[in-house]
């Protein structure tokens, strides 16, 4: 289903003024891509996407998933936390992983809070890890891993409860420029495959040669697409 974002806007409170994040932003992701958002640091990106996935509540517009609006400025937390749960898969700029568990505990976890079903969790979980070529890793708990596949479990967590809106932050912030690509690409793959709706937010544009749209935010507002090549 797709993601839609409606002239949403976000503003904070700064002492006695005001500080617009995100500005009248209009953005589409159709399912089973995978859009990239580009700009530099302050832009509104972070905040954009915090909006995208109810963990802030925009100020004005309104964000729809497959033709229903589910996140509004009106939006309790309560919806929103369920919206999120149900819907929404999410991957940090830090994996975030629980040091006592291992790999493919991460992913049942994860499962096991957004309501699924105990049967065939750990088999999904599997496919997962193996989707992402960590499967042989499953047992190892995150100290034993390297930082590309600490950040691969973390892909394959979001995807376990197979959402509808996959929303991604830096995935390669700390990877070099080859594992960064690889982990776009991966993104990308399973994006098309599940029918996710991706947004991916990166500093890099060097990795981003396969995504099927790029936009620039700059100034909290979000620009035209842009050529990867100049930007």
Do not use: N, W
């Not at 999904?124 to 390297?146: C, I, K, W």
């Amino acid at each position: 289903m797709d993601l839609r974002l409606d002239h949403v806007t976000l503003v904070y409170p700064d002492g006695d003024a005001t500080l617009t994040a995100v500005d009248d932003a209009c953005l589409t992701v159709p399912a089973g891509t995978t859009t990239a958002l580009l700009g530099p640091s302050g832009a509104g990106k972070s905040s954009l996407l915090a909006v995208a996935a109810g963990l802030t509540r925009p100020s004005r517009g309104t964000v729809s998933i497959g033709g229903d609006v589910v996140l509004t400025p009106a939006t309790t937390v309560a919806r929103s936390t369920r919206v999120r749960l149900e819907r929404i898969g999410m991957v940090f700029q830090s994996p975030q992983l629980l040091g006592s568990l291992t790999a493919v505990e991460q992913l049942e976890l994860h499962a096991h809070l957004r309501g699924r079903r105990p049967a065939g969790v750990r088999a999904r979980a599997m496919e997962l890890l193996d989707a992402v070529g960590v499967a042989d890793h499953a047992g190892r708990r995150p100290a034993q891993l390297s930082g590309g596949q600490r950040q691969r479990v973390a892909i394959a967590r979001a995807l376990v409860g197979r959402p509808e809106v996959l929303l991604v932050d830096e995935p390669t912030s700390a990877l070099d420029h080859e594992r960064g690509t690889q982990v776009v690409d991966l993104i990308i793959g399973l994006a098309r495959e599940t029918g996710a709706a991706t947004l991916l937010v990166s500093h890099d544009a060097s990795t981003l040669a396969t995504v099927d749209a790029t936009v620039r935010m700059l100034d909290a507002r979000i620009e035209e697409t842009v050529d990867l090549a100049t930007a």
